[in-house]
């Protein structure tokens, strides 16, 4: 059989039993390149070839009906993908939260090809062959293994022999682990997704079972639902981060009421408390309230807690970012105080942006909305959030698009972090003494005027200050009389006041030519 999947960077196929993303120009070259051969699909998947000549075939155990050479379409299923002799890959330019990640190890890439999606600026076509040396190597090592075995049962009369000594032969299953945290008594429990069973009974005994008849999936979820269902009792005590950019919460649950959603675009921010801190955050995200410009400056903003920091172990050395609550893409907020909280790296690439990549991509490709609402998670009079809850709910479909509830925590490996005040070091393997004696010389601790650090808006503006001209393309700055100023698109073109340092820290880079 020909296998058809679509993954993103990270090999990710699903979440939620629900498909990461889906761009209808895929669907447009699957069309084409099945031709007039069978499509072999299940019930989650109708929707996307409705409206296409493609001779399709809906079956929930379509993966073990297919020949050969007829393809099947494959996204919310754990599938024995070996059974396959083709698997045609069309790679999302994003990443995205993930419950399976695709196993290709067996196969070697053939192919590629690069083209423009409706929704996705890139994606990738790739054609992958089994490896049959492998398999074979695989056939010779099982078979000699076997004859092994064997030979030891026929030699059980010899004196060396221990009568007490079993063989056991494992075969391997693919399962998902899903990770799922009760919030009042920190529980962990992991889920597995299996195949299903080749025994219609047993399909329909589990197709009983399944909450939503809209999402046939064989994955089987056992998850601790929380017990209070509002979001503003969450004990962030009980959150203690174990490795995992994300936990999922309330059985992927959102706690949106019916009065909360609404088809009608809208964003919403909470004032700053009497910290400093940011608050709620939620919005109706629509076309229509989406950015149509590239992001804009936001080194102006000191949110509390906030320190310019280097680890030389983390992507892009810098531990803190100022993190969107409502990421950009979505809302397109620029330098918005009351949006912006110091999160780490990991929170910001790891944690946040496959679920603002998610539904950006969501809104996109249906002109649909999504509740989306980001609560910063504060303990006490820490100025550092521990991390931030995020939910999305799809309106149009009631959530048959997009529907989560994760925690991310506001952490990095390797790293321990004083939330009081924003002050780390490395640990572990990254106790790095280098590391942590530079951060105590070159630490700059400033919030703003509430945040309780040592610096304030009036300190930090009196000196320091200059004006420098940006390249929104190119990502570098130069003094207002460089020469590639004047080569410079308007369009392109933007005026900063603030620190050299404020600048790089927001991944500008100074210009070779005028070395600001």
Request: net charge positive; with cysteine; charged share 25%.
């Amino acid at each position: 059989m020909i296998a058809i999947v679509c993954l993103d960077e990270n090999n990710g196929m699903f979440f939620n039993e629900r498909r990461q993303s889906k761009d209808r120009y895929v669907i447009r070259d699957i069309v084409h390149m099945v031709e007039n051969n069978t499509l072999y699909i299940n019930e989650y998947s109708k929707e996307l070839f409705e409206n296409t000549p493609a001779n399709i075939q809906i079956s929930e155990d379509y993966f073990n009906q297919v020949s050969d050479n007829e393809y099947c379409f494959i996204e919310n299923q754990i599938v024995d993908i070996l059974k396959a002799k083709k698997v045609v890959v069309y790679r999302w330019d994003k990443v995205y939260p993930a419950d399976y990640k695709l196993p290709l190890r067996q196969y070697k890439l053939v192919s590629t090809l690069e083209f423009q999606g409706y929704s996705h600026d890139k994606i990738v076509k790739e054609v992958y062959e089994r490896n049959e040396t492998k398999s074979k190597l695989k056939k010779v090592l099982i078979t000699l293994f076997i004859c092994f075995v064997v030979v030891g049962a026929v030699n059980e009369t010899d004196p060396n022999y221990n009568d007490k000594a079993e063989t056991t032969v494992a075969t391997t299953k693919q399962t998902t682990k899903f990770v799922a945290k009760n919030i009042e008594n920190v529980s962990t429990q992991n889920t597995k997704a299996k195949n299903k069973t080749n025994n219609s009974s047993k399909s329909k005994n589990k197709s009983s079972k399944s909450k939503s008849s809209k999402n046939k999936t064989s994955t089987n979820k056992k998850s601790i639902t929380v017990k209070k269902t509002s979001y503003k009792n969450i004990n962030v005590k009980s959150l203690k981060f174990k490795g995992k950019a994300y936990a999922v919460i309330n059985n992927n649950k959102p706690y949106f009421t019916k009065k909360e959603i609404t088809k009608k675009s809208f964003e919403s921010y909470s004032s700053l408390d009497s910290l400093g801190r940011c608050g709620v955050a939620v919005a109706s995200v629509g076309r229509d309230i989406m950015p149509t410009q590239k992001r804009g400056a936001i080194g102006s903003v000191r949110p509390t807690g906030w320190h310019t920091i280097k680890y030389s172990f983390v992507d892009g050395k810098y531990l803190y970012n100022r993190c969107h609550l409502i990421g950009y893409q979505l809302t397109g907020e620029n330098a918005n105080e009351r949006n912006l909280i110091t999160g780490t790296r990991y929170l910001n690439v790891d944690g946040m942006l496959p679920f603002e990549n998610m539904v950006a991509d969501y809104v996109k490709e249906t002109n649909n909305h999504v509740m989306y609402r980001v609560t910063p998670i504060f303990s006490g009079s820490e100025l550092v959030a521990r991390g931030v809850l995020i939910e999305g709910y799809s309106v149009e479909d009631s959530g048959a698009g997009i529907e989560f509830n994760v925690y991310c925590y506001n952490a990095q490996p390797g790293v321990s972090i004083t939330y009081k005040t924003g002050d780390s070091k490395s640990t572990g393997k990254y106790a790095n003494t280098e590391d942590n004696e530079n951060n105590k010389k070159y630490s700059n601790n400033i919030g703003n005027k509430n945040s309780g650090t040592s610096g304030s808006k009036k300190s930090t503006s009196s000196s320091g200050k200059v004006e420098y001209v940006l390249n929104m393309n190119t990502h570098k700055f130069h003094t207002p009389s460089c020469r590639s100023v004047k080569q410079m698109s308007n369009s392109n073109k933007s005026v900063y006041k603030g620190t050299r340092q404020d600048l790089i820290n927001q991944g500008y880079d100074p210009c070779k030519i005028c070395n600001p």
